[in-house]
């Protein structure tokens, strides 16, 4: 194939213009003719139906998305070796020629992308506008790691001398399982399992369980592009179907995506003895973003980018702001605008265009959220909640904001995932550094300030995978800015960066004394 032209990010629709709307809007109705969507597990060609997991509309329960098969323990175990088969055809497949079958399912996925949008304001309640971008941003994963793996496969220069060659190669590490979440249903997914074929891996991906339709694109878009079926398999179940993967000792590498006490299940259960290789963990998990704001800050920048950081997707990004320490002096008039802001949020149904909260995913995170709505008004003080037009059907949850916590608060301490925001005082941005230091999670995290030195301190001390200085904290792009926590939060593999596809490969190293000794023949 030709070389690929430079990666761009797929643009992302501008919901402004009528036509981009009646454009989704017609991917909605194609959708609403297939409903429910029957999810099969998928090993080799073989394919089987069930309906032992149902999936539904986060903001009308009543309407099912998606009836699907749950992976047996034996189809885990069958998944997994057929993958094992599918890695030799599959590894030895040039790297340019399975970019090229990558950037065809991106092709695919460019072609319905309506479509797939609509899916995920469905099943997942993604509002249109982060719906689209998350189509996009999986778009962007099969392009940017195509490209990669081509670079990645010319291997690195060495040092050499007179009479030896010595070359550095990448090679596959073999099977991985691909454990994904919800909330960026095809994006996360895509982003992992590309990550691991694009690197000549074979892959088995199992899905969130809120989202097994999604997690079926994934696999189709890839298939339909020229993956062969024997290495990428879709196995939908829930958390023992993920353990089940972990276990299993064909797997070399395990792409994980999702809650902290999950990921250091999986991180333990991957280092048992039973396989003959040490199985490598990629694990991205949750946060407890912090939002500083100094005394020099410009309001007008900071209110509208913290309430989208924290509302945009009812706070259901692990990127969220989830807590905001603010100086002392400009406290009272930050919280006021928050206030304000958040007091006259939009509530609503995902399909509606214009509204700013959608619902919560499901009915045990609608009563997380309530939990830790009712610690903070209990030990604290509620400065703003958005309770009018709530509607009463549906996973909603009133955007809240809480100030006057006791610092010892599971509200400032813990990921509620759902839209709560915490606001404290704090005398200077030292302390506010101290504050953020004494977290376990170190995802992302924010700053507005005006003063140069101070953004310079903040960069130095902080333990933040992505700090974003006076804009949202959410919306990282694919080769932009590279994604992904330190401490509890993650292993800091930075999915769409310039390293990720190295967490796929084992580096090989061949020595060859090119002196002859004589000739055979
Ligand atoms: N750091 C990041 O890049 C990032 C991105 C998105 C989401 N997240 C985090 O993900 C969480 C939300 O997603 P979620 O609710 O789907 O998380 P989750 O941990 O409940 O589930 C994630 C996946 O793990 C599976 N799973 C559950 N138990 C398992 C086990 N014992 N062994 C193997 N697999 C198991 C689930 O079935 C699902 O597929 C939040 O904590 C959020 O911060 C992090």
């Not at 309640?125 to 990669?148: H, N, Q, T």
């Not at 979440?181 to 992992?192: Q, T």
Request: aromatic share 6%.
């Amino acid at each position: 194939m030709t070389d690929l032209p430079t990666f761009v990010n797929e643009p992302i629709g501008e919901l402004r213009r009528a036509t981009v709307r009646d454009e989704l809007t017609r991917g909605m109705a194609k959708l609403e003719r297939r409903l429910p969507i029957k999810v099969p597990v998928q090993i080799g060609d073989g394919e089987r139906y069930g309906e032992e997991l149902t999936s539904t509309d986060p903001g009308d329960p009543d309407r099912v998305v998606a009836l699907s098969a749950k992976a047996t323990a034996a189809e885990v175990d069958e998944a997994v070796r057929t993958a094992q088969a599918g890695f030799r055809k599959w590894s030895a497949t040039p790297a340019a020629k399975r970019a090229e079958i990558l950037v065809k399912a991106a092709a695919w996925m460019r072609e319905r992308r309506a479509e797939l949008a609509a899916l995920e304001v469905r099943e997942c309640g993604k509002p249109w506008g982060e719906a689209d971008a998350d189509v996009c941003e999986a778009i962007d994963f099969l392009e940017f790691y195509a490209r990669g793996a081509v670079a990645l496969d010319r291997g690195k220069a060495l040092f050499q001398v007179p009479g030896e060659r010595n070359e550095m190669h990448y090679a596959p590490r073999g099977v991985v399982a691909v454990i994904a979440p919800w909330n960026f249903p095809i994006a996360i997914p895509m982003g992992m399992t590309a990550a691991g074929l694009a690197t000549g891996n074979a892959v088995v991906l199992k899905p969130a369980e809120q989202s097994p339709a999604c997690g079926w694109i994934v696999v189709r878009a890839l298939r339909e592009a020229g993956v062969p079926p024997e290495a990428i398999a879709l196995l939908p179940g829930e958390g023992e179907t993920g353990a089940a993967l972990v276990d299993h000792p064909g797997v070399h590498t395990i792409a994980f995506t999702g809650s902290g006490p999950v990921g250091l299940q999986i991180i333990r259960a991957a280092a048992e003895p039973g396989a003959h290789h040490l199985k490598r963990v990629v694990a991205e998990m949750g946060g407890k973003n912090c939002v500083i704001v100094d005394s020099d800050a410009d309001l007008d920048d900071a209110v509208p980018g913290i309430v989208q950081s924290a509302f945009i997707y009812a706070g259901q990004k692990c990127s969220a702001a989830s807590r905001v320490l603010v100086h002392d002096a400009i406290a009272d008039a930050l919280l006021e605008r928050i206030a304000g802001a958040v007091d006259v949020l939009v509530v609503g149904q995902a399909d509606t265009f214009g509204i700013d909260v959608p619902p919560v995913i499901e009915q045990d995170a609608q009563a997380r959220v309530e939990r830790y709505r009712k610690i903070a008004r209990d030990t604290g003080r509620i400065a703003a909640e958005a309770t009018d037009g709530l509607p009463n059907h549906g996973w909603f949850v009133a955007p809240t904001v809480a100030a006057d916590l006791p610092p010892d608060s599971p509200v400032l301490n813990e990921e509620i995932f759902g839209p709560l925001l915490a606001v404290e005082r704090v005398p200077s941005i030292d302390a506010a550094m101290d504050r953020v230091e004494q977290l376990d999670f170190a995802l992302t995290g924010g700053l507005f300030c005006r003063n140069p030195h101070t953004v310079e301190r903040v960069v130095r001390r902080t333990p933040v995978g992505n700090l974003y200085v006076n804009r949202p904290i959410t919306g990282a792009m694919v080769g932009r800015q590279p994604f992904g926590g330190n401490r509890l939060s993650g292993t800091g593999t930075k999915a769409g960066g310039p390293d990720y596809l190295l967490h796929f490969v084992e580096p090989r190293v061949v020595t060859e004394n090119t002196v002859r000794h004589g000739l055979v023949i």
